[in-house]
């Protein structure tokens, strides 16, 4: 009876999660991916869990995001892609294993964290991760500064990494600090952290 009772309550959060991740690509006009909600087994917004099932990730940005949101993924997508050793590359759409970035006007309702700038979901097949959704408040992403400190750029990275199963540093100067206006980079222990994010036989692959 226990069992049966953890195994309902976890595919009814596994239903709500994507419930809301279908709910975030609607608003912002973007087609969500295939989810076989049976093969799944649990989503989370707990980064390193497992790594990618796959090495090649299609990160999908809509059209209408903001041209600077668009810059800095493109420069993030590339540098994660280094540090973590799995390939993410912007796709007009997402397929297979895949990033699905989402931005959004006053999405408080779809945040863990009301008065968060950004949050990132992985959704998991076993113990291999094969989707996450970054949900970004548009309303403050334009209150940011572009560069330095707090910036677009770190809280991009920042997100990024967390897909990459990379959790919060203690280090403030860490762009993985859960305040990023004092982060100034990606520290050794990030870098590290994602490295164990990626499938063992990813390495080779990357750009």
Do not use: K
């Not at 113990?127 to 809280?155: C, F, H, K, V, Y």
């Amino acid at each position: 009876m226990r069992e049966n009772l953890r195994r309902t309550a976890a595919l009814l959060c596994l239903a709500a999660s994507a419930a809301v991740a279908a709910t975030a690509a609607q608003q912002a006009n973007v087609e969500p991916p295939n989810w076989d909600s049976a093969a799944m087994a649990q989503t989370s917004n707990q980064p390193g869990e497992g790594p990618w099932l796959d090495c090649a990730l299609a990160v999908h940005l809509p059209a209408s995001a903001p041209a600077d949101m668009r810059t800095h993924l493109e420069e993030a997508t590339r540098l994660v892609s280094q540090v973590a050793g799995v390939n993410y590359t912007l796709s007009q759409q997402p397929s297979g294993s895949s990033v699905t970035v989402v931005p959004l006007l006053r999405p408080t309702t779809l945040l863990s964290i009301p008065g968060s700038a950004a949050e990132a979901t992985s959704t998991f097949q076993g113990n291999r991760r094969i989707m996450a959704t970054i949900i970004i408040d548009l309303d403050a992403w334009r209150r940011l500064p572009d560069e330095g400190r707090g910036s677009q750029r770190q809280l991009v990275l920042h997100e990024l990494l967390h897909t990459a199963g990379v959790g919060h540093a203690q280090d403030r100067r860490s762009t993985m600090a859960p305040d990023l206006g004092t982060a100034v980079g990606i520290t050794p222990d990030a870098m590290r952290a994602a490295r164990e994010g990626a499938p063992t036989d990813c390495a080779h692959e990357v750009r």
